[in-house]
């Protein structure tokens, strides 16, 4: 288990984290990445490219201190280079507002400094945001190939308003490109997508009645197929509602699979 | 007696993907309701299909009892079976259909904008721009009725209105107000846009929002834009508000979200360098701005000249600058503008409820 901590030795102290003083030579840095379980940014604006091939793969907690940060995440982010999960943090220092009016995207991500500790000493990769029951144990490897293949599809003609329900705020990015999303709940606009889980499905449509599309995240097992799931969802509301596409996710043990089901209503 | 308005694209009625022609065929059914017994929308499978064909998931449509997609290959029979109705026909592109309905319903032509003139500026082929000009003449000469968007539109196509023209009809673009429940927002923001139209330029609007936005960095902006490419005029513009933190950056919206981001606004504005294209258009983002309450900043000499029975806002024909820009933002927010507002919203509703469109048609 090694936490790999890119950055300024500056912040790095601000943050309570070891001294980054010291510089690695780059073949002993790149050989500690190969052994890398998690990774702190501090100044994400000073990746490139490539690095973000390293950062999907691992849980990785983005140190923003400044709008440049913000933004070139988001650019990432929009290209499709970065995946956000619920095993990634965005952590804002020095910066005066919480950004919510330029860039809602961050707020289901945002972690507190003191949670900082915890996530470098942590053994086991385990969610560092509430997910949806049985999602607990899936690596990020897992949610980052969801992710992709979601990025590929154009889910609807303009940027979506997403709503979600507790559990799935933290999915944002696996479900959508969070850079062309409004946030409905920091936004306080009417959702036109929502992703939720099936058992929730009915209560949020209750709740927002004009949501255009579904998204449900779920893990397929032998005792719950997608028969089963189409069932929860298609009797959860009075009007039409249909099952457009599945987005198959990776097998996992015990014959599970994640998916994401988009549905159309009306 | 029935009326179908002939949709050439979806109105709000069942799509959350809404443009001009969507709007214009909600404000047209609106108008109708008023003389007829029945009102529908009618849209052509093709047209369905190609507006469906897009490549994303899902198309925000919703099936509504009002709204009758008609098969091409049956639209002979569709109009035949039809006791005599009104048929109402927005765009150009529906000539297949013309040419049923006028054989025993009684046709309405609105003229929105000028599909020849929006061809030319978007350097469309010689060729195109004849079968659309031959279209348009026969549209005219053959409908019982003429409708058009703006005494300006009328000014331009003088020529081809002929002798129809002192039989034609100004019909204002006017959308219908959205409905409102519960508490009204505080109108603490400004809409801004940057150029929808190959053939429009906001570069110059857009670089003196950058300067001015710089220095309120307590004014919340949206602003509608998608991202350009480096080669655009607006492009450095855009990059400059878009890292602004109280600049909030979107390309497109859903229609209800729209609707919502409207009503927080004290203002919308959308200048672009006047060509012969926009001298005689009028703009959607602006009217539905008005729809929704709130002030302009926009071109003088358009279309919207003769709108509103005055501009609710501040227009100008040569290129802003901060000072300019300053002073309407300032008039909006401490609400200079709220008569000519309520004079525009009078005039809108007169707009909707005017029964001389649809009326006296047997």
């Known amino acids: 288990m090694s936490c790999v901590i890119v950055g300024p030795s500056e912040q790095a102290g601000q943050l309570g984290l070891p001294d980054t003083t010291e510089i690695t030579p780059p073949e002993a840095f790149s050989g500690a990445t190969r052994y890398m379980t998690r990774v702190v940014v501090i100044g994400p604006r000073l990746l490139n490219d490539k690095d973000f091939e390293l950062i999907n793969r691992v849980p990785a907690v983005l140190v923003l201190t400044n709008a440049t940060d913000i933004l070139h995440v988001e650019m990432h982010i929009r290209a499709g280079r970065l995946h956000l999960t619920p095993h990634d943090a965005l952590l804002l220092v020095d910066m005066s507002g919480p950004a919510s009016f330029t860039a809602p995207w961050i707020h289901p991500l945002l972690l507190t400094s003191t949670d900082l500790a915890g996530f470098i000493s942590q053994q086991a990769a385990q969610p560092l945001h509430p997910v949806p029951a049985g999602f607990e144990d899936l690596p990020k490897a897992t949610m980052t190939q969801v992710a992709t293949q979601m990025r590929k599809l154009s889910l609807v003609q303009f940027d979506p308003v997403l709503g979600t329900s507790p559990a799935c705020r933290s999915l944002t990015g696996v479900v959508c490109n969070m850079a062309n999303t409004m946030m409905a709940e920091v936004e306080s606009l009417p959702p036109d997508v929502i992703c939720t889980e099936p058992d929730q499905a009915e209560?949020?449509?209750?709740?927002?009645?004009?949501?255009?599309?579904?998204?449900?995240?779920?893990?397929?097992?032998?005792?719950?197929?997608?028969?089963?799931?189409?069932?929860?969802?298609?009797?959860?509301?009075?009007?039409?509602?249909?099952?457009?596409?599945?987005?198959?996710?990776?097998?996992?043990?015990?014959?599970?699979m994640l998916a994401c089901l988009i549905y159309e209503i009306g | 007696m029935d009326c179908y308005i002939v949709c050439n694209m979806f109105p709000p009625l069942v799509s959350d993907v809404v443009r001009a022609p969507g709007l214009r065929a909600q404000q047209l059914a609106q108008q109708a309701e008023l003389e007829f017994d029945r009102v529908r929308y009618v849209m052509m499978k093709s047209r369905y299909d190609m507006l469906t064909k897009s490549h994303t998931v899902c198309h925000g449509l919703r099936s509504h009892p009002d709204f009758i997609v008609v098969h091409d290959s049956y639209l002979h029979l569709f109009v035949a079976r039809l006791e005599p109705s009104v048929f109402v026909f927005t765009q150009l592109e529906m000539d297949a259909f013309f040419k049923q309905a006028q054989k025993r319903h009684y046709v309405v032509y609105d003229m929105l904008a000028s599909k020849t003139l929006e061809l030319r500026c978007g350097n469309a082929k010689p060729n195109q721009v004849e079968i659309f000009e031959e279209r348009q003449q026969r549209f005219i000469e053959q409908a019982d009725r003429v409708l058009v968007n703006a005494?300006?539109?009328?000014?331009?196509?003088?020529?081809?209105?002929?002798?129809?023209?002192?039989?034609?009809?100004?019909?204002?673009?006017c959308p219908v107000p959205p409905k409102t429940d519960g508490d009204t927002p505080a109108r603490d923001h400004i809409l801004f846009f940057s150029a929808a139209q190959p053939w429009t330029n906001n570069a110059a609007f857009l670089r003196a929002m950058a300067d001015y936005l710089s220095d309120r960095p307590d004014l919340p902006a949206y602003f509608m834009t998608s991202l350009k490419s480096h080669e655009n005029p607006e492009s450095i513009s855009i990059s400059r508000l878009q890292q602004m933190p109280n600049v909030r950056q979107m390309s497109a919206l859903s229609y209800p979200a729209h609707q919502v981001v409207l009503a927080r606004c004290m203002a919308a504005m959308d200048w672009s360098a006047?060509?012969?294209?926009?001298?005689?258009?009028?703009?959607?983002?602006?009217?539905?701005?008005?729809?929704?309450?709130?002030?302009?900043?926009?071109?003088?000499?358009t279309g919207l000249d003769n709108y509103w029975g005055g501009y609710p806002g501040a227009n100008t024909e040569t290129e802003p600058d901060t000072q300019v820009l300053g002073d309407f933002i300032d008039k909006a927010a401490s609400g200079a503008y709220a008569g000519d507002l309520r004079r525009a919203a009078d005039w809108n509703k007169a707009v909707l409820n005017d029964r001389k469109i649809f009326g006296g048609i047997q």
């Open chain 2, 274 to 301: 006047v060509n012969d294209e926009r001298r005689y258009s009028t703009s959607t983002r602006l009217i539905q701005a008005v729809g929704s309450g709130a002030a302009l900043f926009g071109n003088a000499d």
């Open chain 2, 151 to 173: 005494e300006k539109l009328q000014e331009l196509e003088a020529e081809i209105l002929g002798r129809h023209r002192d039989e034609v009809i100004n019909n204002p673009f």
């Open chain 1, 203 to 256: 209560a949020q449509l209750a709740a927002h009645p004009g949501c255009r599309a579904l998204i449900c995240p779920v893990i397929i097992r032998a005792d719950l197929p997608v028969e089963a799931i189409n069932c929860t969802v298609t009797t959860a509301t009075q009007v039409p509602v249909n099952l457009m596409r599945v987005v198959p996710g990776p097998r996992l043990p015990q014959g599970r």
